[in-house]
């Protein structure tokens, strides 16, 4: 995957896409032919680990993107999360899933490297103009300043309502270096909100995915054309890491104990990705 400004659309973010819509938590529309090709290849092997119960790509992503969402949703009914910026949002329906069951009480705005944004607003315009508060813009999140950094998105935003910043599949592309200084740049937007959150997920390497099976590992090889990194060997070092940033508060926690009963078939994916919750 191109961490830079590119117009060029990321395999993964096709493939992502493709699996919100077919778990009805997106629109059709933001399934692309990449995408759908990339799922139904895929998907023997998702079932066939399934039924093995090995970790597989569409669980780990379901479980990741469920917790999330429920960890947002649970701020946002609590009152302290009325604005939020994702940062690499790509196809995710979350934006548009959200800003729909919360209208008036929230604004999403989902950010992306231009060439997605541009395909984004394309294909959300044509389902019919956006909602006032859900917007579609460009940010690189590697940009220190500038038109396309958080800096300036952030500075668009109210200062009086709680913020939610979130990363989702995006940190384990970044080198360590890349990683502490976002992590810095959102603990330091955070701090001029009265409420400030960041959710996202994270791999750590002593649950490397690459090490889970066979068939797992065949998946993130048709998936990653660049390397992935893993930044902490143990939860607690990111933990340590994300405080030295400047949040208040960090836990790194295993995806598999925010499961909800529901969801148990997807435990074995579950327990190789980690689900980071800071407070600023
Ligand atoms: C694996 S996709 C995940 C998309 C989405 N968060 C999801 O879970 O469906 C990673 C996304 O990060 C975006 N991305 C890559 N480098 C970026 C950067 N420097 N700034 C912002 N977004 C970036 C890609 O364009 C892509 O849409």
């Known amino acids: 995957m191109r961490t830079k400004r590119s117009d060029r659309i990321s395999p993964t973010a096709h493939y992502t896409g493709a699996v919100w819509v077919r778990n009805n938590l997106s629109d059709p529309r933001l399934e692309t032919r990449m995408g759908r090709s990339l799922y139904h290849a895929l998907k023997p092997l998702n079932a066939a680990a399934r039924l093995a119960r090995q970790p597989n790509l569409e669980g780990l992503l379901l479980a990741r993107h469920g917790i999330l969402d429920r960890m947002l949703e649970d701020a946002i009914k609590q009152g302290d999360i009325q604005q939020v910026v994702e940062i690499g949002a790509g196809l995710s329906g979350r934006g548009w899933r959200l800003s729909r069951r919360y209208r008036r009480k929230l604004t999403y705005v989902e950010t992306d490297l231009p060439g997605m944004t541009h395909r984004k ?3 959300l315009v044509a389902q019919g103009a956006l909602p006032k508060r859900h917007r579609v813009e460009p940010l690189d999140a590697l940009a220190e300043d500038g038109p396309a950094s958080l800096r300036h998105v952030v500075s668009q935003l109210d200062r009086d309502k709680g913020l939610c910043i979130i990363t ?5 592309y970044f080198d360590q270096a890349s990683v502490e200084t976002l992590w810095r740049r959102i603990a330091d937007c955070l701090a001029g909100f009265p409420k400030g959150l960041y959710l996202s997920d994270l791999h750590v390497g002593s649950e490397q995915p690459l090490a889970a099976g066979t068939a797992f590992r065949v998946m993130l090889g048709t998936m990653l054309r660049s390397g992935i990194h893993f ?3 143990q939860a607690s ?3 340590s890491a994300l405080t030295h940033a400047g949040f208040s508060q960090a ?3 295993s995806a598999a104990d925010h499961l909800a009963p529901k969801d148990s078939q997807l435990e074995p994916s579950a327990r190789i990705v980690r689900i980071v919750r800071a407070v600023r």
């Open 168 to 172: 989702e599949g995006l940190l384990n």
């Open 237 to 239: 070092e990111a933990e």
């Open 231 to 233: 930044h902490y060997r």
């Open 121 to 123: 607003r394309k294909l």
């Open 251 to 253: 836990a790194v926690s």
